[in-house]
């Protein structure tokens, strides 16, 4: 918004109405006095409806309020103003239940990698401050699609989230003709699940194969006239055909993640073509870095070797090109698209980025001009939110890493890939239980001192321990099996193995009553229970009418005579974090 538009004779520079209010360390919009004023921090914070809640504590469901369809694409209304203080809440909308976290040679070098949600919350972090009127001018910019139950029903900021990030190979936007495959409905050429922790100590971007071999689930979606249609799935098909292929939406694309991982997915974030030309353009360049000279005929790109800045159609073709890096597979160049990314990231988060009011506003509407994204965070307001909340985490514990795969079996001219199944469950399980592929310090020292204290005190002898063993998400036996361990190991001979628990747990806990603290001590002292572990609460009568304390084994069980304390070595998988420089070969 400038001066010529709001009927003043002379040219004002944008990037000289922000000013930086050393109380709030925001940048705020400042007219000239005959203009109207920009609205408080109060206004500010109006834009984007925030999300309320995620469904019961614990992660375990997401409840039943997402609705039905997906796919009728619109584009955002100016987000609503917030709750005045002092007005009652309205209760969280639920989420979906039931779904349980777990566990090529392309023709022609003509994909690209289009987006990240870590590029996406570093522009929107020093966006977000700008100040409501420009938010409302940003709103208009954003494409949203309607998933339906695929996705969350909103952005909770105090619990984990997934986002898928998907570039398709559509030649959508000006310029781009030349690029992707001529009538591709769009597939899903690249895509990234960035999962963050809960307690914001860690993310994970895990990118996903476009050539890898997976099952596609039936998926409702919404068409053009308003009417839902169920899009039959298909087994052991490419995962790019998730999207595009038969009318499947973003939506669908999230289910097969989910169908196929056990990690659910939250929300999503889709561009175009223009997304690297356009924001990397508006960071004055990236930093690259190659150990060979490049000079690829079909890309384009030429480089010497050593470090280099690309911006524009240049980065464009240094995150296509395939034939300068490894055995010019799709694999080798999902590790270069990995490298650039993390190059991406430090340039956003970077101090001369952040603090500089004109890179911030061509960041804003590159960033918002470029996205498609779910409803739940169609708002700038809520977009800000998913930034902030991904700018808490370090960038040394951001992990790029691919789902582990092998070649497929099935082929004499290996094309496709499948997944690598002494890898790739328990990298999975990870990103669903929130452990980090670097060593973080999770625990704040109350914390810390809290489980301390429970582990503290008597401990009764394993023959007088009482309980009662149920599988809450452990692998099927698993009770069972920690039966007999605890009977003929330990000498816990007063156990007993009732089946499975209500519900499914991520964690493995062990409840007791207010007199069984001793006998809860020995069983975690056994088992190598953490603190946290512990739940104080009552008893329950085992089938000797006795009473007894309860052992839910959660999906982190690992095995019956295994520490659950032991520490968590990540599989042997290739990663690299946001931090770290480093040169494609």
Not at 12 to 26: K, R
Not at 263 to 287: P, Q, R, Y
Not at 332 to 351: A, N, Y
Request: charged share 25%; net charge positive; hydrophobic share 35%.
């Amino acid at each position: 918004m400038d001066a010529q538009r709001r009927g003043r004779g002379e040219p004002i520079d944008p990037a000289d109405q922000w000013v930086l209010n050393p109380n709030t360390g925001e940048y705020e919009l400042r007219l000239a006095p005959s203009a109207a004023q920009s609205p408080g921090p109060g206004a500010r914070e109006a834009a984007g409806a925030r999300g309320t809640g995620r469904g019961t504590a614990g992660g375990t469901g997401r409840g039943s309020g997402r609705g039905t369809g997906g796919g009728t694409t619109t584009r955002t209304e100016v987000p609503p103003q917030r709750r005045r203080r002092g007005a009652p809440e309205e209760p969280p909308p639920g989420r979906r239940g039931g779904r349980k976290p777990a566990q090529r040679k392309p023709k022609k070098a003509k994909k690209v990698l289009l987006w990240t949600g870590g590029t996406m919350a570093f522009v929107l972090v020093g966006v977000g401050a700008a100040g409501y009127l420009y938010l409302q001018h940003l709103a208009g910019n954003v494409t949203t699609t309607d998933v339906g139950s695929a996705g969350a029903s909103n952005f909770s900021k105090d619990e984990a989230f997934s986002v898928l990030i998907i570039g398709t190979d559509k030649r959508t936007g000006e310029g781009n003709e030349g690029y992707g495959d001529k009538g591709s409905s769009g597939h899903a050429d690249t895509t990234i699940l960035l999962h963050v922790a809960e307690d914001r100590s860690n993310a994970t971007a895990l990118s996903i194969p476009r050539d890898l071999i997976v099952d596609i689930p039936d998926c409702p979606t919404k068409q053009e006239d308003g009417s839902e249609r169920i899009v039959a799935g298909q087994r052991a098909v490419r995962f790019n055909r998730s999207l595009g292929e038969n009318g499947r939406d973003p939506g669908c694309t999230m289910l097969t993640v989910e169908e196929n991982t056990g990690i659910e997915v939250d929300h999503f974030m889709m561009a175009d073509f223009n997304a690297v030309k356009t924001l990397t353009s508006a960071v004055d360049g990236v930093d690259v870095c190659v150990e060979k000279a490049v000079n690829d005929k079909d890309s384009k790109l030429v480089l010497p070797a050593g470090e280099s800045k690309v911006e524009g159609e240049q980065a464009l073709a240094f995150v296509r090109t395939r034939k300068s890096f490894g055995n010019s597979g799709d694999l080798d160049r999902i590790k270069v698209q990995q490298q650039f990314l993390g190059s991406l990231m430090r340039k956003m988060s970077s101090g001369d980025t952040l603090t500089s009011p004109s890179k911030l506003l061509k960041l804003a509407e590159a960033a918002t001009e470029a996205l498609t994204v779910d409803k739940a965070i169609g708002s700038v307001g809520t977009l800000k939110d998913v930034a902030l909340e991904l700018k808490k985490v370090p960038t040394k514990n951001i992990t790029f890493t691919t789902v582990p795969v092998k070649d497929n079996p099935a082929e004499t001219v290996k094309a496709t890939v499948v997944f690598d199944e002494t890898k790739a469950p328990q990298v999975f399980d990870m990103i669903a239980n929130d452990v980090s592929f670097t060593e973080v310090k999770r625990q704040k020292k109350k914390e810390k001192d809290a489980e301390a204290a429970r582990l503290k005190g008597t401990k009764a002898p394993a023959s007088e321990v009482r309980v009662r063993i149920q599988n809450g998400g452990a692998v099927a036996g698993s009770a069972q099996k920690t039966l007999q361990y605890l009977q003929v190991e330990e000498g816990v001979t007063k156990s007993e193995n009732v089946g499975n628990a209500p519900a499914a747990l991520a964690k493995t806990t062990l409840e007791y009553g207010p007199d069984q603290a001793d006998q809860a001590r020995r069983l975690a002292d056994i088992m190598g229970l953490p603190g946290s572990a512990l739940k104080p609460g009552e008893s329950v009568t085992n089938s000797q009418g006795l009473p007894s304390i309860t052992l839910t084994l959660g999906k982190d069980f690992k095995g019956a005579g295994v520490k659950l304390d032991a520490p968590v070595e990540a599989p042997d998988v290739e990663k690299s974090t946001a931090d770290k420089v480093k040169c494609a070969s």
